[in-house]
């Protein structure tokens, strides 16, 4: 984030990430989590700012809009009245690091519009956002695939960025989303956390293999296959691991696990779910075939009111900002 004269008023477009999974949740081989996560095209959240004589908000999600400028304000010691709007919010609960997104968006134009602006991790560490994984601070950040170092077991500050690349132009990521179901989050992902059997340390070098000599050099070369490849099997362990949280099953929601079964009949390697879900993906390295693929889904699953999906691409950048001329109603 670059400095200069402080804006009258700003839009910010803060990217949607999906999180591919964890690859130490015990921590037993010395580091815990450790997190690789994709950033996305869309969906995303954006919301406008401006310098008002009293604050106002409108759009989907504003009181977590407000709640985020109210701790921002306080965090950098500044009392400036501010106009939000909310122009598109990210699913709540989805997937797709919708809180950290609209921290981030909100504390980032508040601290821009006071002339103080602040980098991507300092501001992560203001809203106190990070802690577990720094995925959705570095898609924030930069985009593309991200691959961080999970934390020290003597430490709470966020996970070491330890890779970031491309996602590939000719490659799409398929969504599967069920409007009917929310996947965990706060006090209640922290119990489900503590509930899950312990991770076992074969388990934890095996997956760090996968990640580390299969699917990232696989995305470096751009074999599509390969990537999916070990990333279908990654899910597939950790959504065996995550069953006893998600009513014995690899997927929070049972029409996606229909979706995604689906997709695997088709030849597709790289399906699985973002998070705690419900959102499901898939890693596709054509577009045209990608988009056969969200028809035939749609075809297949029409009767399901509560299924959308979504053909979408990478984002190999960051949060975009810019200057608005008028003031935010």
């Excluded at 869309?42 to 759009?59: F, H, K, M, N, Y």
């Excluded at 809203?127 to 924030?140: D, L, P």
């Excluded at 590939?168 to 069920?178: E, G, K, N, Q, S």
Aim: net charge neutral; proline share 6%; aromatic share 6%.
């Amino acid at each position: 984030m670059s400095g200069g004269a402080p804006a009258a008023a700003l839009r910010v477009e803060a990217p949607g990430r999906l999180h591919l999974g964890f690859i130490d949740l015990g921590g037993a081989l010395g580091r815990r989590f450790g997190s690789l996560g994709v950033t996305l095209d869309e969906p995303q959240t954006v919301i406008e700012a401006a310098c008002a004589d009293r604050d106002s908000l409108e759009g989907p999600e504003a009181e977590r809009a407000g709640a985020a400028r109210d701790a921002a304000r306080a965090a950098l010691g500044i009392a400036d009245r501010c106009a939000i709007a909310v122009r598109q919010a990210l699913p709540a609960h989805a997937g797709f690091g919708s809180g950290t997104q609209m921290d981030l968006a909100v504390g980032a134009a508040v601290a821009r519009l006071a002339g103080r602006p602040l980098p991507a991790r300092a501001l992560a560490d203001l809203m106190g956002r990070g802690r577990r994984s720094a995925i959705g601070t570095e898609a924030f950040a930069g985009g593309g695939v991200i691959l961080d170092g999970g934390r020290r077991p003597d430490r709470e500050a966020s996970p070491p960025l330890l890779a970031r690349l491309p996602f590939p132009d000719a490659w799409r990521v398929i969504l599967m989303l069920d409007r009917d179901r929310h996947g965990l989050s706060g006090a209640e992902e922290t119990r489900a956390m503590a509930q899950l059997p312990p991770f076992p340390q074969q388990l934890a070098a095996h997956l760090s293999h996968l990640v580390l000599l299969k699917a990232l050099p696989a995305l470096a070369e751009a074999d599509a296959d390969a990537f999916g490849a070990a990333i279908g099997e990654w899910q597939e362990r950790l959504g065996d691991h995550y069953a006893a949280a998600q009513s014995g099953a690899r997927y929070l929601s049972p029409d996606v696990a229909q979706a995604a079964h689906f997709l695997r009949g088709e030849g597709v390697a790289g399906v699985g779910q973002s998070s705690w879900g419900p959102t499901g993906f898939a890693v596709v390295g054509d577009g045209p075939q990608a988009e056969r693929l969200v028809e035939a889904l749609r075809r297949r699953f029409a009767s399901f009111t509560n299924l959308s999906f979504l053909c979408v691409r990478g984002r190999n950048q960051g949060a975009a900002f810019r200057s608005i001329g008028a003031a935010v109603p």
